[in-house]
């Protein structure tokens, strides 16, 4: 990828890139739609990245090809307009944030190779986010750490792209460590890096289909996480315990209390899995991740038909400790925890289980955790 990157950029601008960028997408381990809930998440950056070669022009102007979409779009910094289409949008978004925040920015032109599938629930658009953020801030000449960065994302993304998620997908991408899950609380942003155990690895679940009715489905689900928190007048539903909400449940509209119900559990899941984690008890790491499914099919209703076979198929798989669907939901992919050595013979078993269940063609591949969004030397 990385030198698939600057050749492109040499072909694109007949010169070499002064820059070169890697940012990353992310899986969950636990801790799904907690994020805007002000709860708690077990992401990590993976192998699969964005990577973003570019070149300070020294005017205002912005100029991007994306390689994969065999697609170019440029823009001038001093007139940032919004039409609400295209992968362009989350780069202005940025530029707009950042303008906002006062911070003055440079032109530069690059290119942009992905291996990060889109709508696969890998973050494509927040690893896309925190590239461009490193981008102006290198060629604007301006440090910032990468709480800051994902903040940033996540205020384009909101406010400019109209998507409303939460924090959790940027922070993967820009504050990543190689190795390690990252715990985060993401009332107080506070991050701890939790070493993933040398025995198992993990394995991201393609199931081949991209999501659909995200969008909606997702502002539906946050409207009603916040209908029940006012309904117990707490800031959020991280402030709610689970003797509370069960005393209280059938005074709730039926959905709101099964939602409330999903994110009150995944929160105490996301600590036990921690805790496991660090006690080196993989097999009970295993089992939250499958009582996280289970609740997100349930409970949550954000699950789909693809994901529930892949991760059954996964679990039926001889090494595997647990699997979930990761992300948004509503297609894309899933997660699994499985013995290092059975790895290859895991692949090979869900992709056939999947077939049978699905007609489809399942792409496996496991990922060790990785940095998150940094500059890459060039030579
Ligand atoms: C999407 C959002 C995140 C998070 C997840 C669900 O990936 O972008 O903020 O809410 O869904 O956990």
């Known amino acids: ?30 801790g799904e739609h907690t994020d805007y809930n002000d709860g708690f998440i077990f992401p990590l950056a993976i192998d699969y990245a964005i990577w973003l070669a570019l070149s300070p022009t020294g005017d205002k102007k912005v100029s991007l090809l994306a390689g994969d979409l065999n697609d170019s779009a440029s823009f001038s910094l001093e007139s940032l307009i919004n039409t609400k289409s295209g992968w362009i949008e989350y780069v202005k978004g940025v530029a707009s944030t950042l303008q906002n ?5 440079s032109g530069w032109k690059g290119c942009i190779l992905s291996n990060l599938p889109i709508g696969s629930s890998l973050s494509s658009s927040a690893a896309l986010e925190m590239a461009v953020v490193k981008a102006f801030s290198e060629v604007s000449g301006f440090a910032m750490s990468p709480e800051r960065m994902a ?23 820009a504050c990543g460590i190689s190795g390690h899950a990252l715990f985060i609380d993401c009332r107080s942003i ?47 539903l991280r402030d709610l315990e689970m003797e509370r909400l069960q005393a209280d449940i059938k005074s709730l509209d039926d959905r709101v209390g099964r939602r409330a119900l999903h994110i009150v559990s995944e929160n105490d899941r996301v600590l036990s899995t921690v805790q496991s984690l660090k006690e080196n008890d993989i097999p009970r790491v295993g089992e939250l991740m ?41 297609g894309g992919c899933g997660v699994a925890l499985v013995e290092k050595d059975c790895a290859s013979s895991f692949s090979e078993e869900v992709i056939s289980r999947y077939k049978a269940k699905s007609g489809l063609d399942a792409e496996i591949f496991v990922t060790p955790a990785t940095a998150g969004t940094e500059l890459i030397g060039l030579d």
């Not at 925040?101 to 920015?105: N, R, T």
């Not at 940033?152 to 940027?170: H, L, Y």
Request: proline fraction near 3%; charge should be negative.
């Open 1 to 30: 990828m990385k030198s698939s990157a600057t050749d492109l950029f040499r072909k694109t601008y007949d010169e070499t890139p002064q820059l070169l960028i890697r940012s990353p997408g992310r899986v969950n381990l636990i």
């Open 101 to 105: 925040h006062g911070y003055v920015l």
């Open 151 to 173: 903040m940033i994302g996540r205020t384009a993304e909101n406010e400019w792209v109209g998507m409303n998620c939460g924090i959790m997908d940027q922070l993967a991408s």
């Open 190 to 236: 506070e991050l701890e890096a939790v070493p993933l155990p040398g025995d198992a690895v993990i394995a991201v679940l393609d199931t081949s289909t991209r999501r659909k009715l995200v969008e909606s489905e997702y502002n539906i689900r946050r409207e009603q996480c916040e209908t029940a928190a006012r309904y117990f007048n707490i800031p959020a």
């Open 290 to 330: 499958y009582e996280s499914h289970v609740s997100l099919r349930d409970l949550y209703e954000v699950s789909s038909t693809e994901l529930n076979h892949i991760v059954e198929s996964a679990m039926e798989s001889v090494g595997c400790y647990g699997a979930r669907m990761t992300g948004a939901g509503f």
